[in-house]
C-alpha cells in the first residue's frame, strides 16, 4: 500500500544547538539546583553552570568551499546550522560546544530532498576533493558525524538526510515498510499506528534519531532480547555512493553469498549514503506484564538474568540495574541490584510467562517487589530516570563534571572476569585521574550465549581538564574491556572514539576486506573520513 506519509512533522519547539533535545527540555532552575547538590556530596561543589556560546558568537571561519549553482538552493551556510553539524552528543563533542571550541567545523550543510540531490552532492565531493559526512539525527556518542577530517580535503560538508522524511510504503501482508532514511522515530511509529503495526525498535536516542542512522551504526533498541538490533529487522536497503546506486533485493531470507545488506548495515556513511530500506514490522502489543526483582549482590542477578536468556521465554525486558545505579536513580536505596523484567504480545496474554519468570529469579535468590496500582515503583522510578537521563547527562557536563556510558558483549562463561576487571580498572583509574568519582553498572541486552553489559562512570573534574581527563578514563576503560575479550561496542558503533580499540580487534584481513570494498564504492575516499579505517 502506498503511504506517501510524510515522517518529519513541523514544530514550534528548537532543538539545541549543542546537546540533547529540546531546548525547553534541558534540566534548569531548582532541577539543576538539585542536581548540583547531588552531585556535591561526592564530587565537590561545581561552582555555577556554564552556558553555552550561541552559533553566532563561535566565531566559525570562513567555509572553504562554495557550492555549485545547481546545489546553492539545498546548502546552508549559516552559523548555526554549520554549528548544530559539527558535532554530534559524544562527551568531547558537547564540551567542545560548550566551551565554544568547534576545531572543525563543516564548511557547509547540504540538505537533499531526494536521492538525485544525494549524487548531485556526492558528485561534486568526488570531484573536488570534498569531504562528505553523513549525517541523520545528529545523536552519535562516538564521534560518529564529527567532520574532523584532516587535511587532506579541500573543505568539509554534512549531507544531512533529514529531507527523506517519508514512509513511501505499508505492506500489511508482509508485515513490512519501506521508509526512506531521514524518518526519525517518533514518525515511523505515527506512520504504523493506523495499521496496527509497530517497528519494535526503541533507542534511548529513538526520539531524535533517524532509520538511516540505525542502519549505518547498527541500532540497539531497548528491548532486551531475541531481535535486539536492527540488523534483523531489514528486508532490504538502498544506498547512494559515489560509484552509484547500491540496492539490495528484499527477501525474507536468503543464502546466496555473502550478505550485501550486511556491507552496508554498520558502514558508518564510509561506504555509501543509506537512502531508504524496507523494514519488518511487527502487529502492535496488546498484553503486558512485568515485575522488579532484587538481588542481594550483582553477580547473583547476573545468573538469574542468564537462566531467563537460555530460558526461551524471551522477555521484552531484562534489565539488571547494579545496586549503586538503582539508589542514583531512586529506584532503590542502595542494599540491593534490581532486575526489570517485563513481557509482551500482540497475540495472547503474558502472566504465564511472567509467573515462570519470577520462578527463576527466586530459585538464583531473587525476591520479587510486591504488586503496586500504577507507576509509582522501583521500575517506574528507574524508566523516568532512563527518559530524561540525556538531559541529566548534559547537565552535569554543564556543571564541569564527567559522566559517560560505555558497553561491550561478552559471552557467559566470561562475564564476571569482564564485570569484575573492567569494574575494578575504572574505579581505579577515576580515583588515578580524578580523585573521586562512581562507576555504576547495568545489563541491557540478554542473548542464550551472553549479555551486553553497559557501565556509567561518574567523576570529578579539575576546571578546563574536562576532555583530557575523559581521554584517560575512556582509554583505561577500553584497555580493560578488549583484555577481558569484550567487544568494544554492542550498540553505540565505532565513530572516531572506538577507532584504536576496533582497530585491534578487528582482524588484518577483515580490514583489507573493508578497504578493498571502500575503494570500490568511493575511490576518492570522500565519505566520512576517519571512521572505521584510514585513508
Request: hydrophobic fraction near 40%; charge should be negative.
Amino acid at each position: 500500500m502506498d503511504g506517501g506519509l510524510r515522517g518529519a512533522a513541523a514544530v514550534s519547539r528548537r532543538r539545541s544547538w549543542w546537546g540533547w533535545g529540546w531546548e525547553d527540555a534541558a534540566v534548569a532552575g531548582a532541577e539543576l539546583e538539585r542536581l548540583a547538590g547531588l552531585l556535591g556530596g561526592f564530587l565537590g561543589d561545581p561552582g555555577r553552570p556554564r552556558e553555552a556560546p550561541e552559533p553566532a558568537d563561535l566565531g566559525l571561519p570562513t567555509p572553504r568551499v562554495q557550492p555549485p549553482g545547481a546545489l546553492a538552493a539545498i546548502a546552508d551556510a549559516s552559523d548555526a546550522g554549520r554549528a548544530a553539524h559539527s558535532h554530534g552528543l559524544s562527551f568531547p563533542d558537547i564540551v567542545a560546544a560548550l566551551e565554544g571550541d568547534l576545531d572543525a567545523p563543516c564548511d557547509l550543510v547540504l540538505r537533499p530532498r531526494d536521492e538525485a540531490g544525494v549524487t548531485a552532492v556526492l558528485d561534486w565531493c568526488s570531484t573536488d576533493g570534498i569531504a562528505a559526512v553523513p549525517f541523520g539525527g545528529g545523536t552519535s556518542v562516538v564521534g560518529g558525524v564529527t567532520p574532523r577530517v584532516g587535511d587532506a580535503y579541500a573543505g568539509a560538508v554534512s549531507l544531512d538526510v533529514g529531507g527523506l522524511d517519508r514512509v513511501l510504503e505499508v505492506d500489511i501482508a508482509s508485515r513490512a515498510a519501506r521508509v526512506q532514511a531521514g524518518v526519525l522515530g517518533p514518525a515511523l511509529e505515527d506512520a504504523l499506528r493506523p495499521h496496527g503495526l509497530t517497528f519494535r525498535h526503541l533507542p534511548q536516542s529513538y526520539e531524535f534519531s533517524s532509520v538511516g542512522g540505525w542502519l549505518a551504526t547498527r541500532s540497539a533498541g531497548h528491548h532486551s532480547t531475541l531481535h535486539t538490533h536492527v540488523d534483523d529487522r531489514v528486508e532490504g536497503m538502498r544506498a547512494i555512493t559515489p560509484r552509484g546506486t547500491l540496492e539490495t533485493r528484499r527477501l525474507p531470507a536468503s543464502g546466496a553469498g555473502p550478505s550485501p545488506d550486511r556491507l552496508l548495515l554498520g558502514s558508518e556513511g564510509a561506504l555509501g549514503v543509506i537512502t531508504e530500506a524496507w523494514l519488518r514490522v511487527v502487529a502492535r502489543p496488546g498484553f503486558r506484564a512485568s515485575a522488579a526483582v532484587r538481588f542481594a549482590d550483582f553477580t547473583g542477578g547476573a545468573r538469574a538474568t542468564r537462566a531467563l536468556g537460555q530460558s526461551g521465554l524471551l522477555p521484552a525486558t531484562c534489565r539488571l540495574i547494579d545496586a549503586t545505579e538503582a539508589l542514583i536513580n531512586n529506584a532503590g536505596d542502595g542494599s540491593a541490584c534490581l532486575l526489570l523484567l517485563g513481557f509482551e504480545s500482540a497475540d495472547h496474554r503474558v502472566e504465564a510467562d511472567l509467573r515462570r519468570g519470577l520462578e527463576l529469579c527466586v530459585d538464583h535468590g531473587g525476591v520479587p517487589d510486591p504488586p503496586r496500582e500504577g507507576r509509582d515503583d522501583a521500575a517506574g522510578s528507574w524508566r523516568s530516570a532512563f527518559i530524561r537521563l540525556p538531559y541529566v547527562r548534559d547537565a552535569i557536563l554543564r556543571l564541569g563534571h564527567i559522566v559517560d556510558t560505555f558497553e561491550t558483549a561478552i559471552t557467559w562463561d566470561r562475564f564476571e572476569e569482564l564485570w569484575g576487571t573492567v569494574m575494578e580498572r575504572t574505579r581505579a583509574a577515576v580515583t588515578d585521574v580524578c580523585g573521586a568519582g562512581l562507576v555504576t553498572c547495568r545489563l541491557t541486552h540478554v542473548y542464550p550465549d551472553g549479555c551486553a553489559p553497559y557501565f556509567t562512570l561518574f567523576a570529578r573534574s579539575r576546571h578546563g581538564a574536562q576532555r583530557a581527563q575523559w581521554a584517560e578514563l575512556k582509554a583505561a576503560a577500553s584497555e580493560a574491556i578488549l583484555a577481558a575479550g569484550g567487544t568494544i561496542t554492542h550498540h553505540h558503533a565505532v565513530g572516531r572514539d572506538h577507532r584504536p580499540w576496533y582497530d585491534r580487534q578487528r582482524p588484518p584481513l577483515a580490514a583489507e576486506a573493508l578497504a578493498a570494498a571502500k575503494r570500490a564504492l568511493d575511490p576518492a575516499w570522500i565519505l566520512n573520513p576517519g571512521v572505521l579505517l584510514d585513508r
